[in-house]
Every structure is written in structure tokens, then in C-alpha cells.
């Protein structure tokens, strides 16, 4: 076993089923918790001088781990602490280390009423994966105030400081993400201080609070808004609730290009209908984006679907999020996730990408 300078003495084999959010995954070959960001460098430096597989492990919220489990030294971040200082324009500078719980931090910003953050409650996971996904939610993406990062590169074996504008911040992604070169340490987020929320730009979000789109509400109006609705799709963790274990949205929402969109479109109408209403959205020049859990409902994946032996569903409230029934297998939930992807492409030609990391493991 690798000798690693970390705050617990490294365990063997441990199930990693009991650190994502899907409750699935096989074992930890090594499994250590790093409570500072100095003890996280040491960590991956070691793994990497031992040529050891490295996993540098958050709140695994966007994880799916295979049953086999992963073959080398899980690194779980457990170094907490926020700063916050004013900024020269007159914002508010909030620094959090990468292994604090996100929502905490949510929270933590709407009490102290600073905005920016507040249509991001209730997003299961730490803070230091937040700008590696581009976290977003109800109109709101973490590339609107992220700052910057400081990350440890495991090319150049130095600690770096990335501004966001260097970070390629795109829709659910990053240059960071699909990569294991950086491990982000802590993030610094641009807040306002005056008690108001962000833009509300998100039709569901703008009703639930009865205001116009890009209007702006109380931070703490906004906050708990959100967290209704959530709750509503099962997307806030609540162990006793089978449709909270996943891992979150499965699938991203499709972009199309606009020279395909009239095929597109054309036969999303003659599946569904004439009179079809479909969802878009506007996304970078010359792309249209839409609604995945649309289409897979369109496609015949309704809440709760499932396929043998039924021990991964669809949620029952949501058609986006894939679901541990609470005896499932990785394999199951993949199994679950190829029939609904496959179904969706030959349905209507979109093809569907997952969200979450996979570790050892694929989709057919």
C-alpha cells in the first residue's frame, strides 16, 4: 500500500457505495481522507510517484462507479473553510475550500445575504466540483460568478491560481472536466451584497415566485423557491426517498445544431404530433438546445420506467434523474441508461450524453 501523509490512516477496500450519491460502486483498492489543502497535494504527490490510479473523491453527487470498483488510492477531500473580503467594484469575494458541502455554502451566502448563488440550493456535492461541471440550475450557472480556482497541477506539480475566463466554463463542462491533470483546492465566487437575488430568468422559477422574468427577489425568496421545486422532482438527498438516490440529472440537455434542427424538428412532429410544442432554448451561436427529459418521456421512458430485474427506475417524479431502487447494481443503472438513450436516438435521431463522471465503467 502506498504511504500516504493524509489526515486518517488509509483503509483498504472500501465500498465506495457509501460516498455517492447512488449508494453503488464497487471497492477502494486505498481510500483516505485529506482534511487540508496541503494534505490533498501531498496525497495526489505520492499517488503519482508510486504511479498509483488516483481518484480524487467530492460528495459524489455526479459519480457512477462500476461494480468492480477502482483499483487505486481514492483521495477524499475533506478541507472546509470560507473567506470573504470585498472586491475593488464593489462585489463581494466568497473563498470556499473545495471539500465544503455546496449547499451549505448556498446557504451560508443567502443568510449573510449575498447574491449570486441562491438559484444554485439545493445541488447535492462539494464546492470543488462545481466549476469543473460548470454547475447549473433554473437560469443560473456557476460561470456567472466564479472567479477563480486554485488548483494543484499534476503536470507541473505546483499550485496554480486559474481565473474563470481561463477555465473554457461552457454548458455542463469545463476544460477541467474529462481530465485528471488539475485537482481543484478552492473556488472564489464575485457576489453581490444587496439581499437580491440574480436575474430570475427561468419560467418555472419566475412563476413559482410570481415575478416576471429577470426580475430580482430576495435572496432567501429565491433560495427557498428552488428547494421547493427540487424537492418536487426528488432532486434534494433525502436517504428515506428511493427517487433522491441518483446522481442527479443523467443525461445533459441536447444541443443541435441549427443546420440539423428542421430535420430534427420534423421528425420530433411526425413521432408526437403536428401541434407538438417543443422545448428550446438558446445555447451558443448557431445551436438550439433541448429539453432531454422531453424527449425521453416522448419516447416512451415515463416516471418510474424500468427494465429487469426493476432495481434501477427512472425517478418517479422526474424523467431525467435514474434512480436506485435501493438493491441495484452499476450494471443495472447502466443497462437502465443504455435502453433510454438508445430509445431516444432512434426515436428522433438526438443522441443523449451522461452527465455524471463514470469510473470503470461504460455505457453500451
Known amino acids: 500500500m502506498t504511504s500516504l501523509p493524509l489526515g486518517d490512516r488509509p483503509r483498504s477496500d472500501v465500498p465506495l457505495s457509501g460516498y455517492t450519491t447512488l449508494r453503488l460502486g464497487g471497492p477502494a483498492s486505498t481510500f483516505a481522507t485529506a482534511t487540508t489543502s496541503e494534505e490533498v497535494v501531498e496525497a495526489v ?9 488516483l481518484l480524487v473523491l467530492g460528495g459524489g453527487s455526479n459519480l457512477v462507479v462500476g461494480d468492480a470498483g477502482f ?11 470560507t473567506r470573504v473580503e470585498p472586491d475593488d467594484d464593489g462585489r463581494v469575494l466568497l473563498t470556499v475550500e473545495a471539500g465544503e458541502d455546496w449547499d451549505q455554502v448556498v446557504a451560508g451566502a443567502v443568510e449573510a445575504g449575498l447574491g449570486g448563488l441562491e438559484c444554485l440550493s439545493g445541488i447535492p456535492g462539494l464546492v470543488g466540483a462545481t466549476p469543473v461541471q460548470n454547475v447549473g440550475a433554473y437560469g443560473v450557472e456557476i460561470s ?3 472567479q477563480s480556482v486554485d488548483i494543484y497541477d499534476r503536470k507541473t506539480s505546483e499550485v496554480r491560481t486559474l481565473a474563470a475566463g481561463d477555465l473554457g ?3 455542463r463542462t469545463s476544460v477541467l472536466k474529462g481530465t485528471d491533470r488539475a485537482v481543484v483546492l478552492r473556488a472564489t465566487f464575485a457576489l453581490s451584497d444587496d439581499g437580491q437575488s440574480m ?9 413559482a415566485l410570481g415575478v416576471r422574468q429577470d426580475e430580482r427577489v430576495p435572496v432567501a425568496d429565491a433560495r427557498a423557491a428552488v428547494l421547493e421545486l427540487r424537492r418536487r422532482k426528488g432532486m434534494v438527498l433525502d436517504p428515506t426517498d428511493h427517487d433522491t438516490w441518483s446522481a442527479g440529472s443523467f443525461f445533459t440537455n441536447p444541443i443541435v445544431r441549427d443546420e440539423d434542427a428542421e430535420a430534427v424538428m420534423a421528425r420530433i412532429t411526425t413521432t408526437v404530433g403536428p401541434d407538438v410544442t417543443v422545448p428550446r432554448y438558446p445555447a451558443a451561436p448557431g445551436t438550439t438546445k433541448l429539453s432531454a427529459a422531453w424527449l425521453i418521456e416522448r419516447a416512451g421512458f415515463t416516471k418510474g420506467f424500468t427494465i429487469p430485474p426493476g432495481t434501477a427506475a427512472l425517478s418517479t417524479k422526474h424523467t ?4 436506485n431502487r435501493g438493491n441495484a447494481t452499476t450494471a443495472d443503472l447502466l443497462a437502465l441508461a443504455t435502453t433510454i438513450q438508445t430509445g431516444v436516438t432512434t426515436t428522433f435521431g438526438v443522441p443523449l450524453h451522461p452527465e455524471p463522471v463514470l469510473i470503470n465503467c461504460t455505457l453500451d
Not at 71 to 81: E, K, P, S, Y
Open 45 to 53: 504527490r505520492a499517488a503519482d510517484a508510486a504511479a498509483v490510479p
Open 71 to 81: 483499483d487505486g488510492t481514492v483521495v477524499h477531500l475533506a478541507h472546509r473553510g
Open 144 to 146: 456567472q460568478v466564479l
Open 169 to 171: 466554463l461552457d454548458y
Open 199 to 207: 436575474p430570475i430568468r427561468y419560467t418555472e422559477l419566475a412563476r
Open 320 to 323: 431525467l434523474a435514474l434512480t
